[in-house]
């Protein structure tokens, strides 16, 4: 794949691991005859260290050659999170620093969560693009704001806090954004 295709998300190998790539940074060349030159930073999913790269737009690299599992969370504990394979019932245990941002969206219900394997092991997992996680705590609403957008903290199920319109209550559920952490709607 071309470097001016690859996009923040994807899993591409690099110097012969899977990273996965966190952003990019476009630089404009100030000559003319110049090259578009595409500044990546992403993470090793096996040493999950973190890696930056320089390509120019024309240059390539091979998406990474892994494996899509259907996993769910079993549980977690204090060093690790512990999925469950919904085809052949394997677990997998990851640690749970490298799952840092994914924990406040994961819950025991949560559909669509795919593991990463690579050369028979886990090395991470991938979120589907929104979830639905119900509030727990927030503020009434105020009399006579309703025309305006004007938005509250809340916070969810699984502690994490959002920014939410003012209407909705505890207890209703909401889509919450995977890759922002942003309120999408109710659900």
Same mark, same amino acid.
């Given at each position: 794949m071309q470097a001016k295709e690859i996009k923040p998300g994807a899993i591409m190998n690099f110097e012969g691991a899977p990273v996965r790539i966190e952003s990019i940074n476009v630089q404009s060349p100030s000559a003319r005859g110049a090259a578009t030159l595409y500044k990546f930073r992403g993470r090793n999913l096996v040493t999950?260290?973190?890696t930056d790269f320089v390509l120019k737009g024309t240059d390539s690299l091979p998406p990474a050659d892994f494996h899509k599992r259907a996993v769910t969370l079993m549980?977690?504990?204090?060093?690790? @999170?512990? +999925?469950?394979?919904?085809?052949?019932?394997n677990q997998y245990s990851l640690p749970r620093e490298s799952m840092a941002e994914d924990l406040p969206y994961l819950t025991e219900a949560l559909q669509g969560?795919?593991?990463?394997i690579y050369n028979g092991e886990c090395v991470g997992v991938q979120l589907?693009?929104? @979830?639905? +996680?119900k509030i727990t705590r927030c503020d009434p609403a105020v009399r006579g704001n309703s025309a305006t957008g004007r938005t509250k903290p809340a916070t969810l199920e699984t502690g994490l806090l959002i920014q939410v319109p003012e209407y909705l209550r505890e207890g209703e559920i909401v889509k919450v954004d995977t890759r922002t952490g942003e309120f999408l709607s109710r659900a």
């Open positions: 999950r260290q973190k549980y977690t504990d204090a060093d690790q @999170v512990h +999925l469950l394979d919904q085809t052949d019932f969560m795919v593991a990463l589907p693009a929104a @979830v639905e +996680l």
